[in-house]
């Protein structure tokens, strides 16, 4: 059976198509994290954004995965190792929202 193993360039990949063509629901949560009060919340808000637009982009990329976070974390964790840093990878995501 061939996995799927998802590297850093296909993040910056998918980073670079939010960049340009945020989906509807990627400005919906940049909207709920700019709403956000407190400084843990609004950190946790942009994490949040940022992992659902990468997810949203490699989804539509790899139809393979299945629209299953699991499947995603996995295909990343395979590609990158066991010690990816997924707040990192969400921080990405963040940053082509322009949240950060």
């Known amino acids: 059976m061939n996995k799927l193993a ?3 360039n ?10 340009t063509a945020p989906t509807q629901r990627a ?7 700019r709403r956000t009060l407190t400084p ?3 950190r946790q808000a942009c994490l949040s954004a940022g992992r659902t637009a990468i997810a949203e982009v490699l ?14 974390t996995k295909a990343i964790r395979l590609g ?6 997924f ?7 963040a940053k082509a929202l322009g949240l950060l």
């Not at 989804?59 to 995603?72: D, E, K, S, V």
């Open 6 to 8: 998802l590297k850093l």
């Open 10 to 19: 296909d993040i910056e990949a998918a980073c670079a198509v939010i960049a």
């Open 27 to 33: 400005v919906q949560d940049v909207a709920r994290a």
């Open 40 to 42: 843990g919340r609004h």
């Open 59 to 72: 989804f539509a990329q790899y139809p393979t995965l299945g629209h299953r976070i699991g499947n995603l």
């Open 80 to 85: 990158m190792g066991e010690g990816v840093k």
């Open 87 to 93: 707040d990192e990878l969400n921080l990405l995501g």
